[in-house]
């Protein structure tokens, strides 16, 4: 019981609900997307979990050290999820990241060596690099450390397209249809729109421990109004980008699809405008963080829904 209560730490700290949904992301879209393409695939699924099992090991780093920096911060903003050096030593945490990056890139070697042009390895590197600056310089920005994490998120899906790559042009050459690379986009900047509302909304939550130790966050040097206004203004934006895609490529999307978007989708984030306009206490925060995180779930169902009619499409069409 002792050693259960010793190593969960370790685990917690690496937020595994949030690896959970990149886990799920990747692989809806390698099953969903990829299979669908019924040619053959540069991946495996031995091959795809390699991939996302990389993928995935860099995100637990990249929490890893943004909480290893941010000590003193999360003392304040949020105590009770606070593991280094109460649960975790310091000594420790930072071995335990280096046990990380050193895994991700030995499963990213053994992938670029059996699948060629993947380039996971350099892949690798560049993430943990940009996720190590965004945790030791670019966190404590004006919306420029938002828009890194964001794209790095949105990019989780970018990284099966570039090693399918191959396999999505010769489909689409041989339908004269862009539609899978369409579906990828307009996922990634989806994707990166609704994480970069939530960063916001986390610096938000986080503005008294912020402002305490100088961290120059959006609503630390503009205000708590200015961070909501201009995350009313993102959620608009991306309301818009979704119904101007459910009114192109009608040939894969039915009324299930339209629905399903509409309701589950387009709504809650007119809802989450509707709070921002009069939301003043860190519990009503905290709730947009997690309609934000249930969205972005929603978004990967979508692609679930989409998949009958894309391979009918692709083979009839």
């Known amino acids: 019981m002792e050693f259960l209560t010793r190593i969960t730490p370790y685990f917690q700290i690496v937020r595994l609900k949030n690896l959970f949904i990149i886990a799920l992301t990747q692989f809806v879209f390698y099953q969903y997307l990829i299979r669908q393409l019924r040619v053959e695939t540069k991946l495996d699924y031995l091959s795809f979990c390699l991939l996302s099992g990389s993928t995935i090991i860099v995100a637990a780093a990249g929490y890893l050290i943004n909480d290893i920096f941010d000590q003193k911060t999360d003392s304040l903003n949020k105590a009770h999820l606070s593991y280094i050096p109460e649960k975790i030593g310091n000594k420790s945490a930072k071995t335990y990241y280096i046990s990380l990056l050193v895994s991700a890139l030995i499963i990213s070697l053994s992938l670029d ?57 010769v489909i689409s050459n041989f339908n004269n249809s862009g539609i899978i690379f369409e579906i990828f986009v307009g996922y990634m900047i989806f994707s990166f729109l609704v994480n970069l509302i939530r960063e916001i909304i986390k610096d938000i939550e986080d503005h008294g421990g912020d402002k305490h130790y100088g961290v120059q966050t959006l609503p630390v040097v503009y205000g708590i109004e200015v961070a909501k206004s201009t995350c009313m203004f993102l959620c608009l934006f991306t309301v818009l980008i979704a119904s ?74």
């Open 113 to 169: 060596l059996t699948v060629s042009h993947i380039y996971m390895t350099l892949i690798a590197i560049i993430f943990s690099a940009f996720l190590y600056v965004y945790a030791k310089f670019w966190k404590g920005t004006i919306i420029f450390g938002n828009v890194v994490v964001s794209l790095l998120v949105s990019s989780v899906t970018g990284i099966l397209f570039l090693a399918e790559r191959e396999t999505i042009t």
């Open 244 to 317: 101007g895609w459910l009114l192109v490529s009608h040939e894969v999307k039915d009324f299930r699809y339209i629905v399903f978007v509409l309701l589950l989708v387009v709504s809650p984030l007119i809802f989450i405008i509707q709070i921002l306009a009069k939301s003043a206490s860190k519990k009503d925060f905290t709730k947009i963080s997690s309609i934000l995180k249930w969205i972005m779930l929603t978004g990967i169902g979508s692609i679930i829904l989409i998949s009958n009619n894309l391979s009918h499409y692709l083979n009839h069409g």
